[in-house]
């Protein structure tokens, strides 16, 4: 892959400064930071390459300790680009990419106010991740901010952005809700029932999991990975323990990468059922969505028989799995996935006979391609707005690319399709277990780690049920845990919501909310 | 003196008697849920423990807060004095007719939109703008239907009404009343915030129309605004009942006739219960802007039923 750093090379003679290393599925570069809007806007517009995220880490052993990485993903290989600036203290500024690349809007902000380097021409340049009482100037993932540091409360005011007219009101709903559910604020402005503008403000649940990682080996942290977003601990496990793998070298046992594909299959029926299951109470239509909440027990039930805990967690380690499984539990496998299948199955036919839901779901919520596209909206929530996108297919990990699955898209971009792309997903899941089952090679389940390098970074990378879920591990000298940055498909997915209710009425927006079914745990870390 | 103990008890049963109402439309909900569902005291129990509780209560908050609650049940009552539930009369059916009845409703309703505005907060407002608009939309439906059923009783009193249908054979009343019968179970729907209307379960604010109204209050008030809606729901079941069905009402003035009577009602009631229950269960709530359509096919059958008989004759 040296071919892309030679093509650069002759593209932006000056800008690209240095071949950092190759490794995996990774190259890295290093680029200089005046030119990065420049390659990156070449990258997409002319190689036609992805945009993924981009992060920065506080590595104090370096000359320059600020370094902020690009991930690029290529059109047509399964492989990531990504490029590194680096920066001094002296000069705390980057260039910001969300002018002409919306997406990285959060990503910039995030890195504004956990690290203190200011994205310049960054156009709405809000607090994100702390909020008002949070002191200027103390930024929590500098390696000179100490994990049990006490910071004092201030005051301060957010200023949500005002809509004028006569008529218009605002609607602050949260952070506190009346279910059981997490915090997050929205804040609608509307005139009637119209909504005209939505703002979220979350991250009341920011609990500094990056911070907590410095420092430590990786065998104390796949158990808060697995904690991170409760519905998606596997894939976080999954992605997180990839990422330990690149970074070893360490390879996995064929019959450990078909046992994941396994259980994160599992993880994604759950979800879904119980995804599907929420559009339909929250639409009112308290059968549909009670038949397949018992659908979604069923799964847990499976879970715990398997695994011994009903979310499934400590099933994934680092090295492959814990356990494998027995005759008696693929057999009980097998026959209860396929029972689960047939249920489902007249479920969903029961649900489109129902007019009322149709109805309900058609045409609400409706999020544009180009917007998914722009905001780079990720997982079942880009497929159902025609963006065709699955990690298990473009990358793939685990054993997916031996077994054969469709990646359902659809072009609407409203509540029907997520719905169908959900329905049309959980039909595939089915499938990929009974294909992995009758493909599961012989062998051990796992191997020990090999030892960690020392000043290295890999990527780990899952679709979880939500979407597209990296975890990027980077060692210090040491060999110990430097930055930890957990890019999960909730942070990437909430602020496709503001696009989603617009010219939808307040009474529906509960439904939206349910259908995109983000986490706030996850994207509040 | 032995018909005013009568009409006196019909009026304390249909207000003992609500809750139980209540619990019977949960359990159907349940049943078709897969779920046990809750035993008849629970809802009598959720009301005690409400009366029990201490109110929590806004600073910003005025006397009409304070005097919704009662105007509110205080109303309700009144217009549970106006409805036969076995005898052919009622305690105070003698002061009003059906237009009484409706506002007295409708006076609840004010008072309860007024402290739903009262407190400030958004859900209040939002609930109160939808409860209003939806409201000038359902009361011409409900008064169209009541002059439709006196037009062809000679007659605007409730007991007047059911007296007379009570008399006549069961084809021919249901012949010229099934039209306005359409229209009432409508305006059941919205008048007690079932589903497909508004959903009395969602613990989703922005969504909700009665419940958001009733967000601020607790305790004593919130009991007294629940027990209010479950009465105002068996009221609007006894009218199903016994404007449509009002065989039975008659009773001989002995115990077991009285008994009979009673029994017959009940089966009434729970049967139109199990009705509405089994509707919820098949459909998803509709759009907030469709359910002005919906009343609109209320008011249409109203005035079928009206027009109907103009034409052939009554």
Known sequence: MKSVF???????????????????????????????????AFLIRTLRMRFLFLFAAN??????????????????????????????????TFPSLTPFLPQANWQEREIEDLFGIRAEGHPAPKRLVLHEDWPKGVFPLRKEFALQAQVPRVKGEYPFDPVMGEGVFEIPVGPVHAGIIEPGHFRFSSAGESILKLEIRHFYTHKGIEKLGEGKAPSELLCLAERISGDNSLAHAAS???????????????RAKYLRVIFLELERLYNHVSDIAGIALDAGFGFGSSQLMRLKERFLVLNERLSGTRLARSVIVAGGVKRDLTEAQRAFL???????????????????????????????????????????????????????????????????????????VFSEGDVESRMKVKIQEVFESFKLIDEALGMLPEGPVSVLLARLPHSRGALGYVESPRGECF??????????????????????????????????????????????????????? | MKTFYIWLAQWLLLILLAPLITWWMRKIKAAFE??????????????????????????????????????????????????????????????????????????????????????????????????????????????????????????????????????????????????????????????????????????????????????????????????????????????LANLFFPWGLEPSPNLFGIAGSFLFFMLKIFFLALVIGWIEAHTAKLRLFRVPDLLAIAFVLAALSLLGQLIIGR
């Open chain 1, 240 to 254: 997180f323990v990839q990422a330990i793998e690149a970074l070893s070298g360490t390879s996995v046992p064929e």
């Open chain 2, 34 to 239: 897969n779920r046990v569902g809750p035993n008849p005291f629970q809802v009598y129990c959720d009301l005690l423990k409400l009366f029990r509780k201490e109110m929590v209560i806004s600073k910003t908050s005025s006397w009409i807060f304070h005097a919704a609650p009662y105007v509110l049940f205080g109303a309700i009552l009144f217009a549970t004095t106006l409805i036969p539930v076995i005898g052919s009369g009622s305690l105070l059916g003698f002061v009003g007719d059906a237009i009484l009845f409706v506002y007295l409703l409708g006076l609840g309703r004010f008072f309860m939109s007024l402290a739903a505005l009262d407190t400030g907060t958004t859900f209040g407002g939002m609930g109160a703008s939808r409860e209003m608009s939806l409201s000038s939309l359902a009361e011409p439906a409900l008064l169209l239907s009541f002059f439709a059923l006196g037009y062809r009783a000679h007659n605007l009193s409730l007991q007047g009404i059911m007296s007379q249908f009570a008399l006549e054979s069961p084809i021919q009343v249901l012949f010229f009343t099934s039209f306005a019968f359409g229209a009432l179970l409508i305006i059941t729907f919205v008048e007690t915030g079932r589903i497909p209307v508004d959903n009395p379960a969602t613990h989703l604010e922005l969504t909700m129309i009665h419940e958001a109204m009733a967000l601020e209050y607790s305790g004593r008030y919130l009991a007294l605004l629940e027990w209010g809606h479950q009465i105002k729901q068996i009221i609007f079941l006894a009218l």
């Open chain 1, 334 to 408: 097998l026959k209860e996935i396929r029972s689960i299948k047939n249920d489902f199955d007249t479920t969903i036919q029961l649900l489109w006979q129902v007019s009322s839901l149709c109805d309900r779901i058609d045409l609400t919520g409706a999020i544009k391609p180009e917007i998914a596209e722009a905001l780079g909206g990720v997982g079942p929530i880009a497929r159902a707005s025609g963006i065709d996108r699955d990690l298990r297919r473009d990358h793939p990990y685990a054993a997916y690319e031996h077994l054969l699955f469709l990646v359902p």
């Open chain 1, 59 to 92: 590595n104090t052993e370096e000359k320059e300790p600020f370094q902020i990485r690009y991930v690029f993903s290529f059109q047509n290989h399964a492989r990531f680009l990504i490029l590194e600036i680096r920066l001094g203290s002296s000069d705390m």
């Open chain 1, 471 to 525: 975890h990027w591990l980077e060692t210090d000298a040491q060999g110990k845990i430097s930055r930890w940055k957990i890019q999960s498909p909730s942070f990437s997915n909430w602020p496709l919501i503001e696009y989603a209710v617009l010219e939808n009425i307040v009474p529906d927006f509960p439904l939206i909310n349910k259908s995109l079914n983000l986490s706030y745990a996850g994207n509040d870390r």
């Open chain 1, 6 to 40: 030679e093509g650069l090379r002759e593209k932006f003679p000056d800008s690209i400064k240095k071949f950092l290393w190759e490794s995996g599925e990774e190259v890295h570069l290093l680029v200089t930071k005046d030119s990065i809007v420049q390659i990156a």
